[in-house]
């Protein structure tokens, strides 16, 4: 089955470093895309990538998608305190329903003040 | 606010009770979704409407009932739980149309604790 796996499953560091998390999924897609979760809240969505881009932007935010390799990686530069979050990917089917969303199981950021 | 709303927060309850979560978007969109949130595992699909039909129901147990009365309520119809029920239970909502992949915007779950 399809699943979406991050890596690290955590990660810690101080404010002002740069975080990048990375996905990997095991069938072809349409889309990919990156949610963050705080504490007790639910999933907000970041950004969206298409099968047929490689690197997308939004503000500190930089996504990109090798589809040959079946992975994607999500860097957020210059973290703040407020970035601590747990980080999904989801992605769909090719060919199956668009908005039949698989999430993997997260990395935990914590940034450090 | 993400313009969904899920009603209760929390929700305590015994094997043997009848309890049901609610879910509002006021979005305007067309499509809801039930998802169930455990420790240490991904979030899993259990249900999706699109334009109040059932179209996804993921080998969910009978004892989790959906209902969609309209496109901007969800109700998810609890009976005879167990305890590894317990869960975050999250509710989202997307535009479904000629665009694929809309974002789903989600509430902030019900936890749910089965005694």
């Known amino acids: 089955s399809q699943q979406g796996e991050e890596d690290p499953q955590a990660l810690s560091i101080q404010e002002g470093e740069n975080a990048t998390m990375n996905c990997s999924y095991k069938t072809s897609i349409n889309n990919l895309q990156w949610y963050r979760q705080n504490s007790g809240r639910g999933l907000v969505h970041l950004i969206l990538?298409?099968?047929?881009?490689r690197e997308k932007h939004s503000g500190r935010l930089r996504v990109t998608l090798d589809t040959s390799k079946k992975s994607s990686s999500l860097l957020i530069t210059a973290s703040r305190a407020a970035d601590t979050a747990s980080y999904f990917c989801?992605?769909?089917?090719?060919?199956?329903?668009?908005?039949?969303?698989?999430f993997g199981t997260g990395t935990l950021l914590a940034v450090q003040p | 606010e993400t313009g969904v709303t899920q009603t209760p927060r929390h929700l305590v309850m015994g094997m043997t009770n009848k309890k049901s979560l609610k879910c509002e978007q006021h979005l305007g969109h067309n499509a809801m979704y039930w998802y169930k949130q455990s420790a240490k595992k991904p979030l899993e699909l259990m249900f999706v409407?699109?334009?109040?039909?059932?179209?996804e129901n993921n080998s969910v147990p009978s004892r989790f009932s959906p209902e969609c009365p309209n496109s901007s309520h969800l109700f998810l119809h609890l009976h005879t739980l167990q305890p590894e029920d317990s869960a975050l239970y999250l509710c989202?909502?997307?535009?479904?149309?000629?665009?694929?992949?809309?974002?789903?915007?989600f509430g902030d779950g019900t936890r749910l604790s089965i005694l």
């Open positions: 409407y699109n334009f109040k039909e059932q179209t």
């Open positions: 990538i298409r099968s047929n881009e």
């Open positions: 989801a992605t769909d089917a090719k060919g199956g329903a668009t908005n039949k969303l698989i």
């Open positions: 989202a909502s997307s535009q479904v149309g000629e665009v694929s992949n809309q974002p789903q915007h």
